[in-house]
């Protein structure tokens, strides 16, 4: 029973009101700050309402870059995020819907073996293996290339885990009418396990970009030319200065374009996202 | 068109358990053959080693003449219609009909012939677009007959495919199944543990029980002449009243101690004592009106004080007895009745249960 009384509406609205203003009013200052000239943003009196260097502020940002520490336009960083961001996605999908395929449907020996070995990788992100996988990249000569940045986070255990399950709710009679149908293990794949996992692989895909994008401590190991960095890593960089004033207005434009992919991301794949995570019926 | 044999057929699982303890039976060409038994038998699991789904542990399938042991599903020209369907969630009906053609490499002219004409049998012409979760469970279950119809195979293979429909429909798609299996002449196998389906669709009925065959035979012979008391309390409902033979009432019978069987609607109500019969002194229990047969449960006079629960699902309570009476009218409860069966209509069994004897 639902009773109607106005006070438990205004109660509810002001706590969600509050709430929303908790988590948007960083996000309203950084875009305000970006939109101030240098010397209001430097002085320590922050206004609350934006600027009319706006134009100006997003086209040094993207075009030409901190005009002293960071020498590279945000632009490029944009660019070098986005790749190396869906790489991480692309490539962390295929290999986790292989995996996660030959561990459901073959009897191999060691089968259960692998998917523990898998498994226990969940427990060892790059932070903890941070120097060996460093030395394993630098051997390649990888260290300021696409493939540094994106092959050490492509293996994960997440994304297996995550097809497994969705594999283990697909009725096996599903492959047995495929096998009837004259369907090897190729074409099971390809024609009904991957169409019926659109929906995890979009899933997969927003977490893993997003996961990519806000990679922080790996592209700035080994990242040492300014034209190879990513965004998350030029953020920062703009802000380390030794005797000059950090341009807090560019930096926040940089900040502003730094978040606007991952929202990109959710907003348009939201639908299928939800769907991957919460659908049970098959 | 094609007979399938099978050839002492076993089916062993890597923990050892046997499923299936050699089975022997043909099904002659064009034939529609039931496999049933309580859950647990073994016959899914024969229809799937049929179907090229299980390992064969022991002795030889044959389709058509040809040995298809080793030979992949795909590959032995059989056709499947799985108990939940099994369609392709994502594609539309009339992909789920062409795929395993396409698969094939059939031309598209002759997929699309065979396509439409299954479906018109079937009257999906409708449908064709649509997807699976846009059907109804009648529907989805006919899609899943067309998917089997288009590949023109040797043999159909059914497993428990109205399990999933509700009562009427049931018995509605289970007239359509007949109509096409004797229109298209397929070779079929049938699973089923519902009797009643049992009984209308088979030509030849197996009767399997613990991973082997009880009996094999026309379903009317199996009614009328069951060669076990498992086979005489599975097949027919309400079952067969199954008594020793030493507590039935003063009944005489050739050889030692036995089991005499007798089925509901043979029984009647009269006081005479018909020549060399059965007659029981019952007190009526219980009674069931389901409109055109009235089912009354009466206990035995002489066993008052026996258990009214029967250990075994589907049996009869130790003492109790079922009388299958015609229209609505029927005794009060409490009421003693006497019910009596001519020699003729008495089955008797060994004491084990595992033969019948003639009377």
């Known amino acids: ?282 | 068109m094609a007979n399938v044999t099978l050839r002492n057929v076993r089916k062993t699982y890597a923990g050892g358990f046997e499923a299936i303890k050699g089975i022997d039976f043909e099904v002659g060409d064009g034939q529609f053959c039931v496999l049933v038994g309580p859950s647990g038998c073994g016959k899914s699991t024969l229809l799937r080693m049929v179907a090229g789904l299980e390992t064969i542990s022991g002795g030889e399938i044959d389709i058509g003449g040809r040995i298809v042991n080793g030979i992949e599903p795909a590959d032995r020209d059989i056709a499947m219609v799985f108990q939940n369907y099994a369609l392709y969630p994502h594609m539309s009906v009339y992909n789920n009909m062409a795929y395993g053609l396409r698969n094939r490499r059939m031309p598209q002219p002759e997929i699309d012939t065979r396509v439409q004409e299954a479906a018109r049998i079937l009257e999906l012409g409708a449908m064709l677009e649509r997807k699976p979760r846009q059907l109804s469970g009648g529907q989805r279950q006919r899609v899943a007959m067309g998917r089997a119809i288009v590949r023109q195979p040797k043999v159909f293979l059914f497993d428990e495919p109205l399990s999933n429909l509700d009562a009427k429909l049931r018995i509605a798609m289970r007239v359509e199944i007949r109509k096409l299996q004797r229109r298209l002449q397929t070779t079929s196998i049938y699973v089923t543990h519902d009797q009643l389906e049992a009984m209308t669709l088979a030509d030849i009925l197996v009767v399997m029980n613990g991973g082997r065959v009880e009996q094999i035979g026309n379903p009317l012979e199996i009614y009328q002449k069951p060669m076990t008391t498992f086979v005489a309390s599975f097949i027919g409902a309400p079952p067969m009243n199954l008594m020793p033979l030493h507590d039935a009432g003063g009944f005489q019978a050739p050889g030692g101690d036995g089991i005499l069987g007798i089925r509901p609607e043979d029984l009647l109500l009269t006081s005479e004592k018909p020549t060399g019969g059965l007659t029981l002194n019952l007190t009526v229990e219980a009674i069931e009106r389901v409109g055109a047969e009235t089912y009354v449960y009466g206990i035995r006079s002489q066993e008052r004080d026996v258990p009214t629960v029967s250990t075994r699902p589907g049996e009869l309570a130790p003492g109790e007895v079922i009388v299958r009476l015609p229209g609505a009218v029927a005794p009060s409860i409490g009421e003693r009745i006497h019910a009596a069966a001519p020699r003729e209509k008495l089955h008797l069994f060994s004491a084990d249960g595992r033969n019948r004897i003639n009377l």
């Not at chain 1, 009013?25 to 320590?44: K, N, W």
């Not at chain 1, 520490?69 to 945000?74: A, K």
């Not at chain 1, 561990?103 to 226990?120: D, E």
């Not at chain 1, 560019?250 to 990109?264: D, E, R, S, W």
């Open chain 1, 1 to 282: 029973m639902v009773e109607h009384r106005p006070w438990n509406d205004v109660i509810a609205y002001s706590i969600l009101t509050f709430g929303i203003f908790i988590v948007a009013f960083p996000v309203y200052l950084a875009l305000v700050a970006s939109t101030h000239d240098a010397a209001t943003v430097i002085s320590g009196n922050m206004p609350l309402l934006p600027g009319g260097h706006i134009l100006e502020n997003y086209y040094r940002a993207i075009f030409v870059g901190g005009s002293r520490t960071s020498r590279e336009p945000v632009g490029h960083l944009l660019l070098n995020s986005f790749i190396s961001a869906t790489g991480i996605a692309v490539g962390k999908i295929f290999i986790s819907i292989l995996s996660a395929y030959a561990v459901v449907y073959f009897r191999f020996p060691f089968r259960k073996t692998a998917f523990w070995i898998i498994f226990v990788t969940l427990m060892l992100p790059v932070e903890v293996r941070i120097y060996p996988t460093y030395k394993v990249v630098s051997d390649l000569h990888m260290l300021d290339t696409y493939a540094g940045l994106i092959l050490p986070l492509i293996a994960s255990a997440t994304g297996t885990l995550l097809f497994r399950q969705f594999f283990m709710t697909v009725p096996d009679e599903l492959l047995e009418a495929s096998r009837i149908d004259g369907a090897g293990p190729f074409r099971f794949f390809w024609d009904t396990l991957l169409p019926l996992s659109v929906t995890t692989i979009a899933a997969l895909f927003v977490i893993q970009f997003i996961y990519g994008w806000n990679q922080y401590l790996w592209p700035l190991l080994i990242t040492t030319q300014d034209s190879m960095q990513t965004i998350v890593t030029g953020i920062k960089k703009m802000l380390t200065t030794t005797d000059e004033l950090a341009e807090w207005q560019l930096a926040m434009a940089t900040a502003v374009l730094a978040m606007l992919p991952p929202v990109a991301v959710v907003v348009f794949m939201q639908r299928l996202f939800v769907r991957g995570l919460v659908e049970t019926e098959k």
